[in-house]
């Protein structure tokens, strides 16, 4: 299939998708930058990303093509609630957890955002862990996990060992089980619906500053909104986001950082 297929000439704002998020906090400033210019970078034609206000205002700062919706307060609470839930009917996809506080008040606001919201998502971060709380939040959900191996372990209770085969065994049956498509990262990225399973081997091992995850998150909810299937959204952001790394690391090495890949995720996806 082609992601990205020729565009109608009269095409307008929006019609190529528009993607909430949900993402930062006092502390974590960068997720919702990674998540949103990331998306935009994949062909998004809007975001907007709902935080704690110092976030948003950090956020806004960077970039004057985010849209951004500041929230009251130090981290994602229960008042919050009915305010995304009010914006969520004008988007095509959602992303939640990147940069969230490790707080059981934010835990439970994402639940209940989860639970109310029927838009395909992507769930990463914290909101992997508010969900591994009550996993019936996400019964008739169109969802996308993409933890790493410690996030996997608290979604399903089953630790993954380096190993591509015992990866895929685990992966396809949590995907099966939990009728979600699950992304799992590593060296590999291992992929499944359940049914089918992928392995992603583009990336790097400098990929390990904080906010790689955050991009491929970006990338993924832009694939939704536009339309693209689940597995097939997991499976071409993980390479995207993979090989604009690549080519990120092969420009700055040890000093690489995922703000770095902004500029080469346009030069992946003209490929495609």
């Not at 019609?15 to 949900?22: D, F």
């Not at 993402?23 to 935080?51: H, R």
């Not at 420009?251 to 500029?263: H, L, P």
Request: charged share 25%.
């Amino acid at each position: 299939m082609r992601i990205y297929p020729s565009r109608n000439k009269w095409t307008h704002k929006g019609e190529n998708g528009k993607v909430l998020i949900i993402s930062g906090s006092k502390q974590y400033s960068g997720s919702p930058i990674f998540n949103s210019i990331a998306a935009l970078k994949a062909g998004a034609d809007l975001i907007t990303v709902a935080g704690p206000k110092r976030a948003m205002d950090i956020a806004a700062a960077y970039s004057p093509d985010m849209i951004t919706y500041p929230l009251w307060g130090e981290e994602l609470k229960r008042e919050h609630i009915l305010e995304i839930l009010e914006l969520a009917p004008n988007f095509d996809s959602l992303i939640i957890g990147c940069g969230l506080s490790r707080k059981e008040e934010t835990y439970k606001a994402i639940r209940t955002v989860i639970n109310n919201i029927d838009l395909p998502m992507v769930i990463d971060a914290e909101a992997i862990r508010a969900v591994a709380e009550d996993l019936s939040v996400i019964k008739n959900k169109k969802v996308i996990f993409t933890p790493h191996a410690e996030e996997f372990r608290i979604l399903t209770g089953e630790e993954v060992k380096p190993d591509a085969k015992d990866r895929k065994e685990k992966v396809k049956r949590w995907a099966e089980k939990l009728e979600a498509v699950i992304l799992l990262k590593g060296y590999i990225d291992v992929i499944s619906d359940g049914r089918k399973v992928i392995f992603n081997k583009t990336g790097s091992p400098y990929m390990t500053k904080g906010g790689f995850g955050d991009t491929l998150s970006g990338i993924c909810g832009a694939l939704l909104a536009k339309g693209v299937e689940l597995l097939d959204a997991a499976n071409y952001a993980a390479y995207i986001n993979g090989r604009a790394g690549e080519l990120a690391v092969k420009k700055y090495g040890e000093g690489v950082m995922a703000s770095n890949i902004f500029e080469f995720i346009t030069e992946v996806t003209k490929k495609l």
